[in-house]
């Protein structure tokens, strides 16, 4: 198998492939897809941890984000919400050591229980009741 850190999967745009770019920033539909177009977001410069972003990378990836939102959801219509995340560090999940951020369409029905959404990284806390 691959290490996809040596070389850097992210470092090189043409082999994880662009369906849109800036200066700053490209993004790419996830090869391993939690939903269909599911997609990447990823900084043009190496550096592995989001909260390294510099501002204007930030604007740059929100640029895309917001596109690709746009774009999947005049594909699919049944898509209906969206995860927005970044897994930082190997303890959180993440395996390339280029920052990158999933956007993650979601459609009604997808599971069984959408509650908690994000909080599902620690299954436990995912399904939790309210205090009054």
Not at 32 to 59: A, G, Q
Request: glycine fraction near 6%; aromatic fraction near 6%; charge should be positive.
């Amino acid at each position: 198998m691959r290490d996809p850190n040596n070389p850097c999967l992210f470092c090189n745009s043409k082999v994880s492939g662009i369906a849109h770019e800036n200066d700053l920033a490209y993004a790419s539909y996830d090869t391993y897809p939690v939903s269909n177009h599911h997609c990447l977001i990823i900084p043009k410069r190496h550096f592995s941890d989001y909260f390294e972003l510099t501002n204007d990378e930030l604007i740059a990836c929100n640029d895309l984000i917001k596109k690709i939102k746009q774009e999947v959801k005049s594909k699919d219509k049944n898509i209906v919400a969206f995860n927005i995340g970044a897994n930082i560090g190997k303890v959180s999940g993440q395996s390339i050591m280029h920052c990158h951020i999933h956007l993650i369409p979601r459609r009604k029905g997808d599971v069984e229980n959408p509650q908690g959404g994000v909080r599902a990284v620690i299954p436990k806390k995912q399904h939790y009741k309210r205090k009054l």
